[in-house]
């Protein structure tokens, strides 16, 4: 939270409090949400939120690189990395217990851009998905 709070900071913008509970509420699981699962859990604490502005949260925190949204999932991750933005990130998805990991490289950023820019292409979202078993469920 303390990052996020010093990007937005830096950059002029406000966690308002209904972005820091949405924000919150993806940082107390490695699990994607969905923005209804989100309500659900703030609706736990407090006020239901309307979906509206659920959404206009997320929104504004995955522009400012706080949630990835897990297109395969149609759900969010809280960025637990300080990578670019123009950086590929890969989500390692546990087809078991649907925890999500999320890892960068540098080195497949350049190899996907330099891929892509061969091909007259610009990627837009640079997201990779993929699925397996995670640690906890292969020794379990």
Not at 46 to 63: K, N, S, V
Not at 90 to 98: A, H, K, Y
Not at 101 to 116: F, H, N, P, R, W
């Amino acid at each position: 939270m303390a990052v996020a709070e010093m990007l937005c900071a830096q950059r002029g913008q406000r966690l308002t409090p209904i972005r820091r509970k949405v924000l919150a509420a993806l940082l107390d699981t490695h699990k994607p949400l969905g923005a209804y699962e989100i309500i659900e859990r703030l609706a736990l604490k407090g006020p239901r939120p309307a979906p509206i502005t659920a959404y206009r949260a997320l929104e504004f925190l995955r522009e400012n690189g706080l949630v990835h949204r897990i297109e395969s999932r149609n759900a969010f991750v809280a960025c637990v990395h300080n990578h670019a933005a123009s950086s590929f990130v890969v989500f390692l998805i546990c087809e078991r217990c649907g925890a999500v990991g999320e890892a960068s490289s540098d080195e497949v950023t350049t190899t996907l851009t330099s891929a892509a820019r061969a091909a007259g292409f610009t990627p837009k979202s640079p997201v990779i998905e993929l699925s397996g078993i995670c640690t906890h469920c292969r020794e379990t």
